[in-house]
């Protein structure tokens, strides 16, 4: 059996929307791609890596993939996950449990982008089965022998003009450095600050990653100021390195302006592991107000992807350790959480912050309507477990009637799967053309009007949104 | 650049559906308006007002439009918001600022209503933009100058049959009486009573507008009865003025059925300013359950528009007061919140309660299902945020398959801007009719049924849950 | 007038969409029912029942049609509900007054599935309305007097392959056993486990009701540890008997893992009469744990039902009892509730846990997520208030993009109106069809995968998610 992707796939099934839609598709098709956030690894692109295996590469670190097939009773441990004994056999026995498991994954984004990768990326047309998987296995590992496979070559082909990494505060950030510096590649590969676990005060290592963080930014970190004095030093590394944005997830989006003495007080109590768990979700509170007070100084774009309940089986989580797809969506408010970040700095030209949600409630709710008053507020693009086609579809539907099209984000793939950028990409372009084409059927929008718009989605929201070069 | 609305604007894009969708628009068309709630205001019958300037009319007191600008960055002030001292020559500015973010209102329900009244109301089919901005301002400000543009001509081109305003319990409905004893002008304009003031126990200037309603209503205030007896006293001047309901607006829909000792004592301790914020909470709560017994008896229907989390910015509340685009909507619950309300009067003969919601996650889960079940309750037509082209095309969705068509409130404009009345109501008939070709063409419904459902949705469902004369 | 069911009636009505939807479902048009889970009484087969008349076949006994009714002022007792005493003149009353009030159903499933059974059922093509209603009442009565229509007769004829009723776990399955062991009949009825009474610790008659529970099960209750071992024993006779699952409904999903001494202590408390409410409330969640683990070790799937505000109106409960109308959906919340639950017994290869929800809202974000997950959970058919045309629709879009079909329940039908099963089964089978089509016209599916999805729906899903024979 073979695939094949269809030059309409994901436009309007209605013929009628179906020729508007290719005809906006067309016009953004082949425009450069802008990545502002997402997780492939800089070392790939430093060292111009050359992919293990197809287990590898394309199973093993994709927890979307994995946790549909632990749905289905597939051990994680089958598929490479927590192994560092995982043999050249056992990869390939991983990858034909996958392909055993194809007709599991129809109607899933998943196997949207797998035939993508297939057909797209390595040329394939041979439908994943148990009588396939060898075949495919093999056919896909001897292309990721040659130089056209090699991290930098598929950058350069799939034309990113910029992408994002998402990065540690105390990482030296010297594979950055090493891409930047190096005159035969001229790639865009910038760092994000993502200092999530220097806030988590209930984490078991919480104290020593702080003492790490002292170090590395070499101030002083037994005080609440010194904690501070220690992110803006490790931001404005991160800054002159490239950084454009930094990245915050945690249970809930709640701030709070702490005073000064309350502040200390509770870092004080929380150095000492003498915090309670209240105190601990107050300190982590006012933890993420400072980072948006430092935010409106140094002009880093804070984006926020809350309402994830990660690790939510034990089992799993001591096995095989996090982000292994036992993480769920938790409902998620933004209105209320927010106010105390929004009151103090929601309208300071210099600050931007960009909603992300697992939670579709809050599109036509909350984060609709937040963007459409403050000019500091962008509405995120559909993420984890929304990043699909309807999911996507609904987004545009629920938070343009509020915001329009200006205060969105363009499309962030958020992904460390480099081979399935394009796919989400062109994804994201298809259904945003699907959309334009319905209003532009409705009489809600001109041709012209759907034209540019579907451009802007492309090339000016996301510049305008991490304030990246060209944007206006 | 020239604009112009389509006759099928907002009908559906497919073609077999968009055929039906006209048939069952055309018949409804040309119906007259009924407008049973909406923020007009009535001196502007009274006094047949010529307005004063585009700006002044269409710009600074449409904080839906000042909102979207103000996200991209426009200051309010700028706009003529709160500004007693806004010049001619900052009026016509501030109309360009309009036009030249003119493409930042795609896909909004902004831009839908003011094309039509550029096209509709003012015959103009000039695109707003920087370079037209000055020719569109003289164009309608030579206009407004014109007696076809006084507000009682308005009124009655727009074939209004009925309409609303909405009134401080302590107004003299001087405005309506005026109105009622003109010979010259047979428009039907009442009041509707808003108490929610004198409700919200924490605003600092409670106690003050108490000792106001109890002089205005002839009462004495200083125990709960007198509150009540002052309350139900206005709430009888008003209906022999011609009101036919009340509305009310908290942040949760929260009902208590307090005994007569704890609402004294609760009255007591709030009028002498030693309340708590739990306590005046609770004392909140049975104020909107004693409306509710007064509606009971009174025969007034209640409007309940919860939800709304409002003056979310300080700063901005403080620079230009409410009402100015800082309100967002908020998780709002009423299954619970209403049970004691309901459990005394929701079977209630004499008893109606529209509900009204700006968490379309209710629509599906609790006002459809509510309004299935008690014979009070009306499902309100979208509200603020949600009174868009998808949005009620989603409401309509959420709650027929629960509570049919013959339990919701037919078109609600609730604006104050006068010249988008026609295109509000004119936009609910085609996506009513849209829905209803959706359910023709799924064979759901016949085309006869679809077309008495849609004369309804005009005519009779409005009556219904406002008492009109005419309903059945 | 009459009334007709188009063929096409439920495809989409884009005709691109709908020559594609006709094809899959012709495919599964024919195929048997499998019920895993419904409130037909089992008395009806044992005793293969005459229906008395149509009022008590159709209308009374239906709190779907009873609650619209209510809502336009009908009188619950009119309508024969609570009512020993109810004549065959008010019999026909009743039917007179649902067929004048025939328009108000418009747009809801109760329509559709009452028009199904006229026609396809009862073969009358007569339109309810006032003038119709004596007439379709006499032809109903009429044909309910035949032999065609009794029980067993409509069972054979529905093509009905596996049926299961819901019953107490005292219940001593008489009219199981007779079905079973009747060589004249073949159906497949089989008994589902319904412990909730003995869970709700606050209900009044809780104690006297676990008393009885030791009595039937033959062990001492003075403990937990004797009500756990009076469960495991009902549950077993229930196994023996040919119950495949247990049902649960509850106002939420919480569960804990109590301590053995704390169970104890609670329990303790609890039948003494001593135990508080937030107590009651965690005694409740270790019960269903409880269940939960029993369920791991037995293999009887675990329905899951919360999120119903049930008896919302205190004078409709006490004059006409419960599951009248008058219950609510709720908002509904699952990755915390049952964390504890999962935790325990999620990846237990023995466990299986389908998810229902009367709040669509928690359909992607949580149920379909936990379902992409964890082998024991499978994503619940919508049900009440979501067993309608859209909803149906929403729930496909909004699981599959995370779970895919092959971890959703398969159609369930959830009713006591036996009449309506085949025509709730055939709307399922026709609304995937159209989901499907979408997706085939998305390319997102080719049609041979689409076929397959199809009859995996009706055949594979309700086998795989009940351990029914021929699962997989």
């Not at 007709?103 to 990768?117: C, N, S, V």
């Not at 509170?285 to 034990?314: C, I, K």
Request: glycine share 6%; hydrophobic share 40%; proline share 6%.
């Amino acid at each position: 059996m073979t695939i094949s992707v269809h030059p309409d796939r994901l436009l309007p099934g209605d013929p009628a929307l179906r020729d508007v839609a290719r005809e906006l598709y067309r016009a953004v098709a082949e425009l450069p791609i802008t990545s502002p956030h997402g997780h492939v690894p800089p070392q790939w692109f430093a060292d111009d890596v050359r992919f293990d295996n197809p287990t590898a590469l394309l199973l093993t670190p994709d927890h979307y993939i994995n946790r549909l097939l632990h749905s289905h009773g597939v051990p994680l441990e089958s598929l490479g996950v927590g192994r560092e004994d995982f043999t050249d056999e056992e990869a390939r026995a991983a990858f034909r449990t996958f392909c055993s498991h194809w007709k599991e994954f129809r109607g899933t984004p998943m196997k949207y982008w797998f035939e993508e990768q297939l057909v797209g990326v390595f040329g394939l047309e041979l439908e994943p089965s148990e009588a396939s998987a060898d075949e495919l296995y093999d056919r896909i590992d001897a292309l990721l022998a040659t130089p056209a496979f090699r991290a930098r070559a598929l950058h350069d082909r799939f034309n990113i003009e910029f992408i994002a990494t998402t990065d540690d505060p105390c990482d030296d950030l010297e594979h950055h450095r090493r891409i930047r510096q190096d005159p035969d590649w001229d790639g865009a590969v910038v760092p994000t600050f993502r200092p999530d676990k220097y806030l988590e005060v209930v984490r078991p290592d919480w104290n020593r990653d702080v003492d790490r963080l002292g170090e590395c930014a070499g101030t002083g970190v037994d005080t609440y100021a010194g904690w501070v004095a220690a992110m803006e030093a490790r931001r404005g590394f991160f800054k002159d390195n490239g950084a454009v944005s930094t990245d915050h997830a945690h249970l809930d989006a709640g701030t709070v302006n702490l005073t000064a003495a309350e502040a200390e007080k509770l870092y004080s109590r929380a150095r000492s592991g003498q915090i309670s768990t209240p105190e601990a979700e107050r300190l982590r509170r006012g933890f993420l107000f400072e980072q948006a007070r430092m935010a409106s100084e140094d002009g880093l774009v804070m984006t926020l992807h809350p309402g994830a309940w990660r690790n939510h089986h034990t089992e799993t989580h001591h096995r095989f350790g996090a982000d292994v797809g036992a993480d769920f969506p938790f409902v998620t408010e933004y209105v209320a959480a927010l106010q105390p970040l929004l009151d103090a700095f929601g309208t300071n030209p210099g600050f931007k912050l960009v909603l992300f949600t697992m939670d579709e409630t809050t599109f036509s709710r909350e984060i609709g309507p937040l963007a459409s008053f403050y000019p500091s507020i962008y509405a995120g693009a559909p993420w984890w477990f929304l990043d699909t086609p309807d999911g996507v579809t609904r987004y545009r539907a629920a938070v343009t009637e509020s915001c329009g099209f200006g205060k969105t984000s363009g499309m962030i793939d958020d992904t460390r799967a480099l081979l399935s950028i394009p796919a989400r990409h062109d994804m994201a372009r298809r259904l945003d053309s699907g959309y334009l084409a319905r209003l532009v059927a409705e009489h809600r929008l001109t041709m012209d009007e759907a034209m540019d718009t579907a451009h802007d989605l492309v090339v000016r929201q996301p510049r305008r949104a991490f304030n990246l070069v060209g944007s206006d």
